[in-house]
T-cell receptor, first 111, second 117 residues
């Protein structure tokens, strides 16, 4: 059974810092990995999708990497801003198109 | 990008009543949709996979008679929480993929917060 773990569970940083959020999964036979953002009480917003054949994806200040062999992905946030405060979720997709989510990292960026 | 709309965004109901949540793919057809539940400060847990024109596939521990799923068209799936109880209070989210554009990327509805009193 696929298990997805995110570390840290919570993170509080001053504005401007560069951040790394970690995601690990136990079964490396995945189709792809997706990072999401969730604001309190809201749905999910897709940030980056990395297919199994890719090693990283970039969008603006966000960069996500994937190392399938070690079962790890990282989300790098450059020059963090208060508006980045949210919960960040990673999810892996395997057979059947089902996503398995990590527990999330609650990020607070202080002005 | 593809849009998934969920309705209502929040609902309060009395114990014993039933609540229906709708999930629509607005600009694409979705043969498969997924229903998730999220308890406070926890991650999303898959409840069931909704297949157009056939029975839904439920995850272990999810009562199919309590959480009725109907996927009658390629753009609409509904989740009905029957005889709701306070422990059913949660955040419910649906998701779908646009296989004609990007079969790997999941799009999510905005979620429905259900409170059973």
């Amino acid at each position: 059974k696929q298990e997805v773990t995110q570390i840290p569970a919570a993170l509080s940083v001053p504005e401007g810092e560069n951040l790394v959020l970690n995601c690990s999964f136990t079964d490396s036979a995945i189709y792809n990995l997706q990072w999401f953002r969730q604001d309190p009480g809201k749905g999910l917003t897709s940030l980056l999708l990395i297919q199994s054949s890719q090693r990283e994806q970039t969008s603006g200040r966000l960069n996500a990497s994937l190392d399938k062999s070690s079962g790890r992905s990282t989300l790098y946030i450059a020059a963090s801003q208060p508006g980045d405060s949210a919960t960040y979720l990673c999810a892996v997709i395997k057979a059947g198109n089902m996503l398995t989510f990590g527990g999330g990292t609650r990020l607070m960026v202080k002005p | 990008g593809a849009v998934v709309s969920q309705h209502p965004s929040w609902v309060i109901c009395k114990s014993g009543t039933s609540v229906k949540i709708e999930c629509r793919s607005l600009d694409f057809q979705a043969t498969t949709m997924f229903w998730y539940r999220q308890f406070p400060k926890q991650s999303l847990m898959l409840m069931a996979t909704s297949n157009e024109g056939s029975k839904a596939t439920y995850e272990q521990g999810v009562e199919k008679d309590k959480f009725l799923i109907n996927h009658a068209s390629l753009t609409l799936s509904t989740l009905t929480v029957t005889s709701a109880h306070p422990e059913d209070s949660s955040f419910y989210i649906c998701s779908a993929r646009d296989l004609s554009r990007d079969r790997f990327k999941a799009f999510f509805g905005q979620g429905t917060r259900l409170t059973v009193v």
